[in-house]
């Protein structure tokens, strides 16, 4: 783990891809993408499965070690319309009867925008973007807002290191510029795309179970 200040509060950077602002006790997370690998497989794309379970078992640990009393998605919790697969449905539902007392706030993305919200049943509160905490604005998008910082994703950042690009190494990240930091996707099926450096940018990357500043 490591931990990054934001707008005076401390936020914890997770290796499973999450972030936790302890003074909220509130988990966020970006791009869980649910459903995603049952969407290509509707094409006819042989893709892994058990990608939807691997992440809800993954939230249930973070809860479990951060004492998380509240998730906030930074878009794009579903993937596409064909994520209401009743067995992919079915498999978050039996995720959130365990944790019924956990608040989650979904801040739409775009995918959500063509998914359409969760079900009512899963007793989401759902909103567009920015959703302000405590002088930071949560965001699918990394846009800037006026008098706030904003935590966003969407772009499912990653570095490059290593010399020659035949002996470099893609890890994903989190990307911190002086008003936007981006976390990377925390669903197990997603792309990555890499970041551009900046001038002063904060850089830690995820390796294993470790989160290293790289800056």
């Not at 200040?5 to 401390?10: L, Q």
């Not at 973070?62 to 919790?77: H, K, S």
Request: proline share 6%; net charge neutral.
């Amino acid at each position: 783990m490591a931990t990054f200040t934001v707008s005076g509060h401390p936020l914890t950077l997770l290796p499973e891809k999450a972030a936790f602002l302890e003074d909220f006790r509130t988990l966020l997370v970006a791009d869980a993408h649910i459903g995603k690998a049952v969407s290509f497989r509707s094409f006819g794309v042989p893709v892994p499965r058990g990608t939807t379970s691997e992440n809800l078992a993954m939230l249930t640990r973070l809860v479990e070690r951060t004492g998380a009393v509240r998730i906030v998605f930074l878009g794009d919790f579903l993937h596409s319309k064909r994520s209401l697969a009743a067995s992919t449905m079915d498999a978050v539902a039996q995720w959130r009867r365990r944790h019924e007392g956990l608040a989650l706030t979904l801040v739409r993305g775009n995918h959500d925008d063509r998914a359409g919200d969760p079900p009512a049943s899963l007793g989401f509160s759902v909103v567009d973007e920015p959703l302000v905490v405590g002088g930071l604005a949560l965001c699918h998008h990394p846009v800037a807002h006026d008098g706030f910082y904003s935590l966003a994703g969407h772009l499912h950042p990653c570095v490059r290191l290593g010399g020659r690009a035949f002996d470099s190494l893609r890890l994903p990240c989190f990307h911190f510029t002086g008003r936007v930091g981006v976390l990377p996707a925390f669903g197990s099926f997603t792309g990555m795309h890499p970041i551009r450096r900046g001038e002063g940018d904060r850089i830690f990357a995820i390796a294993d179970d470790h989160v290293a500043d790289v800056s």
